[in-house]
């Protein structure tokens, strides 16, 4: 007779239910394990005899097959050991079946039989608890699974303490979540002196989810500026957090169980690959646009990424979502995050500074800006120029609202879009906002609508221009807390849209 267990194979942050099945049928003494395993997967026939071997229990001399159904999904990675175990020691009749058949299992066995954690526990749990199946994972990932409220998950250090559990010898206790980290920015925003117009435009593209160029001379403060903006977002809501959550589960890093609160702040390298970016390689992995899924991507010296990096970011930035392709499927992940990017003005950097005259102006900025394509620019919100500040700014003391005080507004204004937005499905932020909802939300009133006419003539804004600014206008009519978006809302969008240095 066939005894079953079950567990998961990942496919982007999904996790499919997979079938293990096992017959112990008379022959010549053999263990295969079939059903598209990858090299992990095949391996785990030696750590299951190795580990079992450990607890004293013999394999018989018949031949023993694990099938992993559905047939034709691949299945990659070392958390099938656990539940391969299972089934076969519910085929020996050590395990009870019904109890077998009633797991989602995941984990990796040592040579001894202790469980070495695996990532993915989050979204196997949700898949357990979609099943109404318990978890049985090992104990170091058992408090981040704890999070999934329905589903039972329980830990365990070894397999040998697992086959306790199940004989009854001597049961475990169900998992409890990890703790929520909501970790304070350490640096605050008056750390930066002068650069009020900068700071403003952090705390309406932070109120808005809105992305942001920062354009600058060497040293005028664009990567001291972007570092602050974790300090200003609220934290993550539970829906978030989880969603979030659900990205680093899949790459092992939740630390202890615990699902943080603070929004993601990621800054990947400008020599980092394509697939650490975007995501993809082998197993198909989350790439940086998904891990800052809910929170920030900074980009520091934009124009040095590779052109073709920089190229495939369009897509995911308009639709909040990446399809990593690979050789037989399509790995969906959401990347739903606020770009952050920093640029000097030229390869030299001086460009705009009458005291360093560029010596190959105007060329040289050209040159160099022109490696971030018009679509691309075309996709920030709001685009600053960052001027150097000035020696005396410096010697001043700190002035301005500090991060806290900031951080207040931008959660106030958050809060207005999230009762906006709360019957609309998909919808978060006025990012996010498109079409019919776009017009009923931020239409201006006459006067802004003839100052944005005006402007759209004068500037030839794109319709895709006319729609941004018309998000930012909203976003900053809800930080002054206004209900209606007025003409100084619409002319202090503009002034972020329009800038010397790029074309609007
Ligand atoms: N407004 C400011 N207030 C206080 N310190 C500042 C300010 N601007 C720059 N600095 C100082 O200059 C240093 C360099 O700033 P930062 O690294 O942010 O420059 P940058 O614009 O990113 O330069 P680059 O283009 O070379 O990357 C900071 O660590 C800080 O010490
Ligand atoms: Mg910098």
Redesign the pocket.
């Known amino acids: 007779m066939v005894a079953r267990a079950y567990t998961v194979a990942f496919q982007g942050v999904e996790a499919r239910p997979v079938e293990v099945q096992c017959a112990v049928s008379p022959g010549l003494p053999a263990f295969s394990i079939v059903g598209l395993p990858d090299k992990a997967v095949s391996e785990a026939r030696d750590r299951v005899r190795s580990a079992l071997a450990a607890m004293a229990i013999a394999l018989p001399s018949k031949r023993i097959t694990i099938n992993l159904s559905p047939a034709d999904l691949p299945k990659e990675g070392s958390h099938f050991d656990l539940p391969i175990a299972l089934a076969l020691l519910a085929a020996l009749e050590i395990v009870p079946r019904e109890a077998a058949e009633q797991t989602v299992a995941l984990g990796e066995l040592s040579l001894d039989g202790s469980l070495v954690p695996v990532a993915g526990a989050l979204p196997a749990a949700m898949t357990a608890a979609a099943d109404d199946r318990t978890l049985l994972c090992p104990k170091a990932s058992s408090a981040e699974a704890a999070w999934v409220g329905a589903a039972q998950v329980i830990g365990a250090e070894s397999l040998g303490a697992a086959l306790r559990h199940y004989t009854g010898q001597c049961p475990l206790e169900p998992a409890s979540p990890g703790e929520v980290d909501l970790s304070p920015c350490p640096r605050d925003l008056r750390?930066?002196?002068?650069?009020e117009r900068a700071k403003r435009a952090l705390e309406i593209a932070a109120a808005g989810r809105h992305h942001l160029i920062?354009i600058?001379?060497?040293?005028?403060?664009?990567?001291?500026?972007?570092?602050r903006i974790p300090g200003i977002l609220p934290p993550l809501t539970p829906t978030e957090a989880l969603e979030t959550s659900m990205i680093q589960s899949l790459c092992g890093l939740l630390s202890e169980g615990g699902i943080s609160r603070t929004r993601p702040f990621r800054e990947p390298h400008h020599t980092a690959s394509m697939a650490a970016i975007v995501g993809g390689g082998k197993g198909a992995k989350p790439g940086e646009i998904s891990l800052a899924h809910n929170g920030v991507l900074f980009m520091?010296?934009f124009p040095e990424f590779p052109r073709t990096v920089l190229e495939t970011l369009r897509q995911p930035i308009e639709t909040g979502e990446v399809m990593v392709a690979r050789a037989n499927a399509h790995v969906k992940y959401p990347c739903r995050f606020m770009l952050v990017a920093?640029?000097?003005p030229c390869k030299c950097?001086y460009l705009p500074d009458p005291a360093r005259a560029c010596s190959r102006a105007p060329g040289c900025g050209e040159d160099y800006l022109g490696r971030i394509s018009g679509p691309l620019m075309d996709r920030f919100d709001l685009r600053l120029e960052?001027p150097?500040?000035d020696f005396t700014?410096?010697d001043l003391p700190a002035s301005g609202d500090g991060s806290t005080t900031v951080a207040a507004r931008v959660a106030a204004a958050r809060e207005i879009q999230a009762t906006r937005f709360r019957s609309t499905e998909g919808l978060r932020q006025n990012a996010d906002a498109e079409g019919r909802v776009l017009e009923e939300i931020a239409t201006p009133d006459a006067e802004g609508k003839a100052l944005l006419l005006k402007a759209a003539d004068r500037f030839g804004l794109s319709a895709r221009a006319y729609h941004r600014i018309l998000r930012v206008a909203r976003t900053i009519a809800d930080l002054d807390g206004s209900e209606d978006v007025h003409k100084p809302h619409v002319a202090e969008a503009l002034s972020f849209r329009i800038s010397a240095r790029v074309a609007a």
């Open positions: 750390d930066v002196k002068g650069q920062l600058g001379t060497p040293g005028s403060g664009k990567s001291m500026l972007a570092a520091d010296e920093a640029a000097n950097g960052v150097p500040v700014d410096l």
